[in-house]
T-cell receptor, first 112, second 113 residues
Framework: GENVEQHPSTLSVQEGDSAVIKCTYS??????FPWYKQELGKRPQLIID?????GEKKDQRIAVTLNKTAKHFSLHITETQPEDSAVYFC???????????FGAGTRLTVKP | DTEVTQTPKHLVMGMTNKKSLKCEQH?????MYWYKQKAKKPPELMFV???????INESVPSRFSPECPNSSLLNLHLHALQPEDSALYLC????????????FGPGTRLLVL
C-alpha cells in the first residue's frame, strides 16, 4: 500500500520568510496530492492540490510542486503570516478506489 | 451547500454507554468516510462508504459500527468504548472514492471515561 513521509515535523519561521514542507510517496500509481491545513481544534481544510499531469500549481502565496520521477511533492508558502501557523498534512491518493494516505504532519509556527 | 456537518460537537460517555455520531452532506458526494484523529497525529481512516455500500473497514473494533442510511447521511454507532477511543472523530465526503478532494466536517470530540 501507499506510504507517505513528511518532513520536517516542526518548522518555525519569521513572519515574511518562506516555508517549505516536503513529502515523499511510495506508490507510483498515486496521482492526486492534496495539502490540508489544520488549525488547533478545527477540521483539516484543503489549501491546494495537484494532479500528476502537472508539475506545479500556484494560488497566491501558496504553491505545490510535484516530481513524479523522484516521487516527491512540496508545499511552498511565501511571505508567511502569523495566521499561517497550523499543522499541515500532505496526502496521496489514486483514482482506482484506493484511499487517501496522510503524511505525519508539520507544525508550522510563524513568529511575528 | 459546500459543507459537511457533524453532530454532536462534543461527547462524553461512559464505557457502558451507547451513543451515535452523525454526519451530513448535501454536495451530492457518493463517498463518505469516518476518520479517527488523536492529538498531534494525522487522521486515521476507519470506514469508507461508496454509493451507500461499506467499501472498507480498516480493522476497526466491533464496538464501532457505521451506518449509511442514504447518500447524504452517515452515522457511527458507539458501544462499550474504551478510554483509548477518546479522540476527534472526523467525517469526510468526496465526489467518488479515490483521486478526489475530501471535504471534512468539524469533527466530534469524544471523551470516554
Amino acid at each position: 500500500g501507499e506510504n507517505v513521509e513528511q518532513h520536517p515535523s516542526t518548522l518555525s519561521v519569521q513572519e515574511g520568510d518562506s516555508a517549505v514542507i516536503k513529502c515523499t510517496y511510495s506508490d507510483s500509481a498515486s496521482n492526486y496530492f492534496p495539502w490540508y491545513k489544520q488549525e488547533l481544534g478545527k477540521r483539516p481544510q484543503l489549501i491546494i492540490d495537484i494532479r500528476s499531469n502537472v508539475g506545479e500549481k500556484k494560488d497566491q502565496r501558496i504553491a505545490v510542486t510535484l516530481n513524479k520521477t523522484a516521487k516527491h511533492f512540496s508545499l511552498h508558502i511565501t511571505e508567511t503570516q502569523p495566521e499561517d501557523s497550523a499543522v499541515y498534512f500532505c496526502a496521496a491518493n489514486q483514482n482506482n478506489n484506493n484511499d487517501m494516505r496522510f503524511g505525519a504532519g508539520t507544525r508550522l509556527t510563524v513568529k511575528p | 451547500d459546500t459543507e459537511v456537518t457533524q453532530t454532536p460537537k462534543h461527547l462524553v460517555m461512559g464505557m457502558t454507554n451507547k451513543k451515535s455520531l452523525k454526519c451530513e452532506q448535501h454536495m451530492g458526494h457518493r463517498a463518505m468516510y469516518w476518520y479517527k484523529q488523536k492529538a498531534k497525529k494525522p487522521p486515521e481512516l476507519m470506514f469508507v462508504y461508496s454509493y451507500e455500500k461499506l467499501s472498507i473497514n480498516e480493522s476497526v473494533p466491533s464496538r464501532f459500527s457505521p451506518e449509511c442510511p442514504n447518500s447524504s447521511l452517515l452515522n457511527l454507532h458507539l458501544h462499550a468504548l474504551q478510554p483509548e477511543d477518546s479522540a476527534l472523530y472526523l467525517c469526510a465526503s468526496s465526489q467518488r472514492r479515490g483521486g478526489e478532494t475530501q471535504y471534512f466536517g468539524p469533527g466530534t470530540r469524544l471523551l470516554v471515561l
